[in-house]
DNA sequence: ATGAAAGCGCTAACAA
DNA sequence: TTGTTAGCGCTTTCAT
């Protein structure tokens, strides 16, 4: 095909080629405009617009000269001009604020909503935050200025009062995940404890009475939810002393599995572990796949190979939650202007061989 | 916290839940602009302008007053308007055509990317293809028109010549994955036959023969790559007819999981299957795993529970390929005007227990 | 240190 | 059927 050079000194590059026809940089020798278009078909600006717009009332020649013109020049309409004097103050964007995008749940979520979306013309406009709440603020802000249509929020921060004064401005809000604090907004949430009330009760059934849980950073709402609950169950169960067997802010999957090696450590150790998500999940499979007589487990969130490596899961659909979105968004976007609405999606055990590990002699 | 009830004839929603307070709809009764922010400190427009974008020449106190109207008004700058006075032609937003967002492989190139630019402030269109052309033409098209400043495609067109005349323009193009035809543009791209002939050469050695091959849909050059290297280097060790166990166009999991049952009722079934990508290694999974004596597995792209489940890869990065192509993209950005570049990334074997399965009694 | 006017590329309203 | 004018919200001259 090309003829390729190993790379020298390039940061983490393979192989580097080099083509041989020139490509140009970004010097903007002046796209051509309507003007350009109108005076190249010697007709007015205006009727240049109605013919590339099909909008009736041009002679079927001009139209064609018209046409013709624009190929020729490679025109292509202007979004952002025809946004500013269409309506001013809106566009075709739909912003959405995730934690990492590289995660299934954020990536299938964001692929839901975008399928949905697309059929109407608007397009997804997906930012990491990292969970980090100053970018969520400045990500926000700049989506904001770029007068995205609507905003889908997996947030971070413990309020969102600041936002009032846009969603009076009449900017739908939708919030995914975690539910709005401080502002009536709609949002797609999870039955978090729900979820988590099944895996406990699951675990107890088979005779658990010494449970680890790994959970995610402790200032998130869901994690909050999905820990309390199996808590309570628990308590209610009979184990007053459920805390000593938790361990938070296990974020990502190296501090999960250092979560679960200090679990297993202790004596007595627990027989069973709840992950509250899929990579504390994923850590915790890294470290008890190898272990001869591991104890039993139950993460939140389904994994892309739940079903093949026999992991009990609490799990629910993500596309499915992208759907819901693009649902309440866009009946908002037609003028549903009513109370706002919450959609709770139910979550589901799948009990798999993970869990039918017995407590053993502990 | 809320009251709720059960949802009753909605879709799928699971719970509905009615707020308190009201929320607006899209009614956009005029959003402040720098007029009525002037208007309300008392200043000209522009000082207004100058006062909020801190551009020096400004009385302290005449900042105040308009940074504290600004305030009150809930002024928020309009990026398109801005945008449209500036350059008048490009924006801030970076567009991104793949197949299938959903997939983790093109989640895990676009979240690198997206860190990449985010710093640039720069922001990241995602949009579905479903590897359709048509919907490729429609939202290439879509993207352009916003304006976006520069275009990451995962393109499946057989051409890409229709591009030329955009390319010229001035408008960066990075092909990835996928390289572009009849069109001298960047491209950030995966060793695919040396990955290819790795996995065959690493079943050759293990003494397979019979080798079946399950690929994805044969108009996709990735795919092409991957089965004529492959089948290049079983005739290469004697294999003439390694074309008896090929089965193409397996493009979701389901028709994975049906090609392999295929291959496995044949006989003589293969020892071995080559799997093309992570889609079609996972339908293979589903197969395999609960046969008693499957045959040997590799797959092409890292799976996200690979190592624990034991299968055998051909990977690769996806992440970085996401900031290779941020690096060629944003050099573009900055001026250089160079030849296209290629970049070709390399992929790497890594043997584990399903390839570690010998050819039998075969 | 502040203001007036022009215009980015387009379309709506109103002529012609 | 076509053209003229104005203006979306902002920033850039060029005054003052």
Tied chains: 1, 2.
Excluded at 47 to 60: I, K
Excluded at 91 to 114: H, Q, R, V, W
Excluded at 270 to 281: C, D, E, K, S, V
Aim: hydrophobic letters at 40%; glycine letters at 10%; charged letters at 25%.
């Amino acid at each position: 095909m090309i003829a390729c050079l190993p790379a020298s000194g390039r940061r983490r590059a393979g192989i580097l080629c080099a083509m041989t026809e020139d490509a140009p940089g970004p010097h903007r020798p002046g796209r051509p405009g309507l003007v350009e278009v109108a005076a190249r078909a010697g007709v007015s600006i205006k009727t240049a617009s109605r013919a590339l717009n099909g909008e009736g009332y041009v002679a079927h020649e001009t139209r064609q000269r018209v046409q013709q013109a624009a190929d020729e020049l490679g025109y292509r309409a202007n979004g952002m001009a025809r946004e500013l004097r269409l309506g001013g103050n809106t566009s075709t964007l739909i912003g959405m604020l995730g934690g990492d995008l590289g995660n299934p749940f954020y990536s299938k979520l964001a692929s839901g909503l975008e399928r949905e979306v697309r059929f109407r013309g608007l397009q997804l406009v997906t930012v990491n935050t990292d969970e980090d709440t100053r970018s969520e603020q400045r990500l926000t802000d700049a989506l904001l200025e770029r007068r995205v249509r609507a905003l889908v929020v997996a947030s971070t921060l413990p309020s969102h009062e600041h936002l009032a004064a846009e969603h009076r401005h009449g900017i739908p809000f939708v919030f995914v995940d975690r539910p709005p604090v401080g502002l009536s907004a709609d949002a797609v949430l999870l039955d978090n404890r729900g979820g988590a009330h099944q895996a406990a009760a699951h675990l107890l059934e088979l005779g658990h009475t010494r449970i680890g849980i790994v959970g995610d950073l402790s200032r998130l709402s869901t994690n909050q939810e999905r820990v309390t609950s199996f808590g309570a169950t628990l308590r209610a169960a009979g184990i007053a002393d459920w805390r000593e067997h938790l361990i938070e802010d296990a974020h990502d999957v190296d501090t999960a599995q250092r979560a679960v090696l200090d679990l297993l450590r202790r004596d007595p150790a627990p027989t069973a572990i709840f992950t509250t998500n899929n990579r504390i999940t994923t850590g915790a499979l890294r470290v008890l796949h190898r272990l001869p007589a591991p104890p039993a487990l139950i993460g939140f969130d389904e994994l892309d190979m739940g079903d093949i490596l026999g992991v009990t899961v609490v799990t629910h659909d993500p596309e499915n939650m992208g759907r819901q979105t693009a649902r309440l968004l866009l009946e908002r976007l037609d003028g549903y202007a009513g109370t706002a609405r919450w959609v709770i999606l139910p979550t589901r055990l799948i009990p798999r061989a993970s869990s039918r590990r017995p407590p053993g002699t502990g």
